[in-house]
C-alpha cells in the first residue's frame, strides 16, 4: 500500500486565525490529497525527537524559535507570519496589515468619530503595519491617533497592564474611536474602559481584527472585526506545498490572506456625530438600506429640505447623502456575498434590484470589480 505523504502542521487551534488556516489546509488535502497530518498545536518541541520516525515531506507551522532547525532539514516549508520578518527559503503567509488598518480607520470615521487611538504591540512587525495603515488614512482627512504600545514579550501582568491601559484611557478626549491591532487585544482595551468606568460604544468605540467569531462573541460587548480571510490563506498554502513537494518549487513565495469588510458589532454601536440632525439621517439609511431609500425620503424624515441637509452632511462627513447610501448598500451585498450561498440573483432579488446588470454596476461603482470577481477574490477556489 503507498504510503500518504506526510506534513507536519505546527499551528495553533486555540485563535480564530488558526482554526481557520487549518479548515483551509483540511480542504486542500481532502480533494486534491489525501496527505496524512502530525498536527501538533503545542509546539516544535514536542515534534523534533519524532522527525525521524515521521518522515515529513513537507511543513506548515507558525514561526517559532526552533524555525532555523526545520528550515535547515531542506524540506518544503509554509511560515505562518508573526514576531519575525519575512523568512528566506519558505513560503511566508501574510495578512494585509495596512489595508486592516485603513479599513478600521474607515469604519471608525463612518461611525461619525472625531477622534481615535490604536492599541497593538509595537514589538510586532504586523501591529506596526496594521498601526501604520490606521494612522495614514486619518492623515489623509486631517485627523491623528493617540498610540499605546504594549511589548509582546512584556512581563508586565494582565491586571497591572489592564490598569496602565485604563489609565491612559481617561486622558483620551471623548468620545474616541480605538482599533485594537487584534481581536484579543480589543478585548483587553474594553477590560480596561470598564476599570476607568467609560462606556463602550458611547464613550469609545473599539474594533478589533480577524474577526475571530469566538473572541468577539464571547464577552458582556460584543467586537466589530476586521474580517481577515485566513481560510483562503491555508488552502492557496497547501497548494503551493503541494506543488513543491512534487519537485516544483513555487515561483510566488508568498501567500497573503486577504481583508474584505468589517463587521459590525455592538462595541461600534453607535452614531458619534455631533449634528443630531445627520445622525438622524445616517440611522434612517441603516435602517432602510434594502428598501433603497432615496435622498427625498431621508430629507422628509428628518424635517429638513435636501438641500439643507446635503449641506450639513458634506460638512459633517465630507461626502454626499448618495455616497452614503451606496456605502452602505454595498457593504451589506459584500457580507451577503461572502457570508452567504446566495446566488447573486438572489442577493439582487433581496437588496431591491430588477436584475443582476444593476447590481453589477452598482457594485462595481463603489468596489471597482463584479460581486462574482469580488466573491472569488476573497473565497478560496472550490473544486
Same mark, same amino acid.
Given at each position: 500500500m503507498?504510503?500518504?505523504?506526510?506534513?507536519?502542521?505546527?499551528?495553533?487551534?486555540?485563535?480564530?486565525s488558526?482554526?481557520?488556516? %487549518?479548515?483551509?489546509?483540511?480542504?486542500y488535502?481532502?480533494?486534491?490529497?489525501?496527505?496524512?497530518?502530525?498536527?501538533?498545536?503545542?509546539?516544535?518541541?514536542?515534534?523534533?525527537?519524532?522527525?525521524?520516525?515521521?518522515?515529513?515531506?513537507?511543513?506548515?507551522?507558525?514561526?517559532c524559535e526552533?524555525?532555523?532547525k526545520?528550515?535547515a532539514?531542506?524540506?518544503?516549508?509554509v511560515?505562518?507570519?508573526?514576531?519575525?520578518?519575512?523568512?528566506?527559503?519558505?513560503?511566508?503567509v501574510?495578512?494585509?496589515?495596512?489595508?486592516?488598518?485603513?479599513m478600521?480607520?474607515?469604519?471608525l %470615521?463612518?461611525?461619525?468619530?472625531r477622534?481615535?487611538a490604536?492599541?497593538?504591540?509595537?514589538?510586532?512587525?504586523?501591529?506596526?503595519?496594521?498601526? @501604520?495603515?490606521f494612522?495614514?488614512?486619518?492623515?489623509s482627512?486631517?485627523?491623528?491617533?493617540h498610540?499605546?504600545n504594549?511589548?509582546?514579550?512584556?512581563t508586565?501582568?494582565?491586571?497591572?497592564?489592564l490598569?496602565?491601559?485604563?489609565?491612559w484611557l481617561?486622558?483620551l478626549p471623548?468620545?474616541?474611536?480605538i482599533?485594537?491591532? @487584534?481581536d484579543?487585544?480589543?478585548q483587553?482595551?474594553?477590560?480596561?474602559?470598564?476599570?476607568?468606568?467609560?462606556?463602550?460604544?458611547?464613550?469609545?468605540?473599539?474594533?478589533?481584527?480577524d474577526?475571530d467569531?469566538?473572541?468577539?462573541?464571547l464577552?458582556?460587548?460584543p467586537?466589530?472585526s476586521?474580517?481577515?480571510?485566513f481560510?483562503k490563506?491555508?488552502y492557496?498554502?497547501?497548494?503551493?506545498?503541494d506543488?513543491?513537494?512534487?519537485?516544483?518549487?513555487?515561483?510566488?513565495?508568498?501567500?497573503?490572506a486577504p481583508?474584505?469588510?468589517?463587521?459590525?458589532r455592538?462595541?461600534?454601536?453607535?452614531?458619534?456625530?455631533?449634528d443630531?440632525k445627520?445622525?438622524?439621517?445616517?440611522r434612517?439609511?441603516?435602517?432602510?438600506a434594502?428598501?433603497?431609500?432615496?435622498?427625498?425620503?431621508?430629507?422628509?424624515?428628518?424635517? %429638513?429640505?435636501?438641500?439643507?441637509?446635503?449641506?450639513?452632511?458634506r460638512?459633517?462627513l465630507?461626502?454626499?447623502?448618495?455616497?452614503?447610501?451606496r456605502r452602505v448598500?454595498?457593504?451589506?451585498?459584500?457580507?451577503?456575498?461572502?457570508?452567504?450561498?446566495?446566488?447573486i440573483?438572489?442577493?439582487?432579488?433581496?437588496?431591491?434590484?430588477g @436584475?443582476?446588470?444593476h447590481?453589477?454596476?452598482y457594485?462595481?461603482?463603489?468596489?471597482?470589480?463584479?460581486?462574482?470577481?469580488?466573491?472569488?477574490?476573497?473565497?478560496?477556489?472550490?473544486?
Open positions: 503507498e504510503k500518504l505523504p506526510c506534513v507536519v502542521l505546527l499551528l495553533e487551534s486555540s485563535r480564530g488558526g482554526r481557520a488556516l %487549518l479548515r483551509g489546509i483540511a480542504d488535502s481532502r480533494h486534491h490529497g489525501p496527505w496524512a497530518f502530525y498536527w501538533e498545536p503545542r509546539g516544535l518541541e514536542d515534534v523534533l525527537p519524532r522527525l525521524d520516525e515521521l518522515a515529513p515531506q513537507g511543513f506548515i507551522l507558525r514561526d526552533y524555525l532555523e526545520i528550515l532539514l531542506g524540506l518544503p516549508t511560515v505562518v507570519g508573526h514576531s519575525k520578518r519575512e523568512v528566506s527559503g519558505a513560503v511566508n501574510l495578512t494585509e496589515s495596512e489595508a486592516v488598518g485603513r478600521a480607520a474607515e469604519h %470615521l463612518d461611525c461619525g468619530f477622534h481615535f490604536y492599541c497593538g504591540f509595537g514589538d510586532l512587525e504586523w501591529s506596526n503595519i496594521r498601526a @501604520n495603515g494612522q495614514r488614512h486619518l492623515a482627512v486631517h485627523h491623528q491617533a498610540i499605546f504594549s511589548n509582546f514579550r512584556t508586565t501582568s494582565w491586571n497591572q497592564e490598569i496602565i491601559m485604563a489609565r481617561a486622558t471623548k468620545p474616541i474611536g482599533m485594537a491591532c @487584534n484579543d487585544h480589543a483587553k482595551v474594553i477590560e480596561a474602559c470598564k476599570i476607568a468606568s467609560l462606556q463602550v460604544p458611547e464613550e469609545v468605540g473599539v474594533i478589533g481584527a474577526n467569531e469566538l473572541v468577539c462573541e464577552f458582556g460587548c467586537i466589530s476586521v474580517v481577515i480571510h481560510e490563506a491555508g492557496e498554502s497547501a497548494r503551493l506545498l506543488e513543491w513537494m512534487q519537485g516544483k518549487p513555487p515561483k510566488n513565495m508568498r501567500v497573503i481583508t474584505s469588510h468589517v463587521v459590525a455592538q462595541s461600534t454601536d453607535t452614531l458619534a456625530v455631533q443630531a445627520v445622525a438622524q439621517a445616517l434612517f439609511i441603516r435602517e432602510h434594502r428598501e433603497n431609500a432615496r435622498v427625498t425620503d431621508i430629507s422628509r424624515a428628518v424635517g %429638513l429640505s435636501r438641500r439643507a441637509l446635503e449641506k450639513r452632511f460638512s459633517t465630507s461626502r454626499s447623502i448618495l455616497q452614503e447610501i448598500r454595498v457593504g451589506m451585498i459584500s457580507r451577503m456575498l461572502l457570508e452567504t450561498d446566495q446566488t440573483t438572489q442577493i439582487a432579488e433581496a437588496q431591491g434590484f @436584475n443582476i446588470q447590481i453589477a454596476r457594485f462595481r461603482q463603489e468596489k471597482g470589480m463584479s460581486p462574482a470577481a469580488f466573491r472569488k477574490e476573497y473565497l478560496q477556489p472550490r473544486p
